[in-house]
Nanobody, 131 residues
Framework: QVQLVESGGGLVQPGGSLRLSCAAV????????IAWFRRAPGKEHEGLSC????????YYADSVKGRFTISRDNAKKSVYLQMDSLVPEDTAVYSC????????????????????????WGQGTQVTVST
């Protein structure tokens, strides 16, 4: 079973940057799609970005395109989310999630917005953007 551990959250001022990490414990992510979701208080999970680990193919939601960058380091079994130009509306709990690539039935731009697609989740890390 895939276990995911996020790190890198914290408090940052508007306009600042943070880099989130998602590390797989005891398992490789070679044939998985890794997604970053966030959940603000009182709201549903919002899909932000996905990466297909085997090919490096990426997808970004419109809300973060041009500000967030997803990347992976397969040797370290890790996926990262570089977040720049942060605004208060980015405040949320950020979670990474994994889905087995060959179980997916929809294109990435659909999968990345559907939290139910993902079987494995990290514990989440709080990101707060505030003065």
């Amino acid at each position: 079973q895939v276990q995911l551990v996020e790190s890198g959250g914290g408090l940052v001022q508007p306009g600042g940057s943070l880099r989130l990490s998602c590390a797989a414990v005891g398992y490789t992510l070679d044939f998985y799609v890794i997604a970053w979701f966030r959940r603000a208080p009182g709201k549903e999970h919002e899909g932000l970005s996905c990466i297909v680990n085997s090919s490096g193919t990426t997808y970004y939601a419109d809300s973060v395109k041009g500000r967030f960058t997803i990347s992976r380091d397969n040797a370290k079994k890790s996926v990262y989310l570089q977040m720049d130009s942060l605004v208060p509306e980015d405040t949320a709990v950020y979670s990474c999630a994994a889905a087995y690539l060959f179980n997916l039935k929809n294109p990435l731009e659909v999968v990345c917005h559907d939290a139910n697609t993902f079987d494995y989740w990290g514990q989440g890390t709080q990101v707060t953007v505030s003065t």
